[in-house]
């Protein structure tokens, strides 16, 4: 099972973006997004990675952090097999690289999850 994101880019102040996270390789099929807990997290330079919300794999409950909430909102299409990560009002100190996991360690399972799958990251860049 491999995690794409896709969506990044430059965006200016108070503009807005939406990632793309999508499961692909022979055991896609095995393991649909929609059923696992999925996390997105970001990488500032020189900073640690910080979890931004997660999507629980149960009634897709949904948990953020403070510094993006009511900014940031996580969704699912379930025809598609992704996660998307909507953001708005976009300030500069959310310029990080953006990466999805998933937990496919626990069918259902509730957020934080145990993420053991990752995708290779996309970058979001957001200019003053």
């Known amino acids: 099972l491999r995690l794409v994101e896709s969506g990044g880019g430059l965006v200016q102040l108070g503009g807005s973006l939406t990632l793309s996270c999508g499961a692909s390789?022979?055991?896609?099929?095995?393991?649909?997004?929609?059923?696992?807990?999925v996390g997105w997290f970001r990488q500032a330079p020189g900073k640690g990675r910080e979890e931004v919300g997660c999507?629980?794999?149960?009634?897709?409950?949904?948990t953020y952090a403070n510094s993006v909430e009511g900014r940031f909102a996580i969704s699912r299409n379930k025809a598609k097999n992704t996660v998307l990560l909507h953001m708005s009002d976009l300030k500069p100190e959310d310029t990080a690289v953006y990466y999805c996991?998933?937990?496919?360690?626990?069918?259902?399972?509730?957020?934080?999850?145990?993420?053991?799958?990752w995708g290779q990251g996309a970058q979001v860049t957001v200019s003053a």
């Open positions: 999507i629980a794999g149960s009634h897709d409950v949904m």
């Open positions: 390789g022979v055991a896609a099929k095995h393991y649909p997004l929609k059923n696992y807990a």
């Open positions: 996991a998933v937990d496919i360690g626990l069918i259902y399972g509730a957020c934080p999850g145990n993420y053991g799958t």
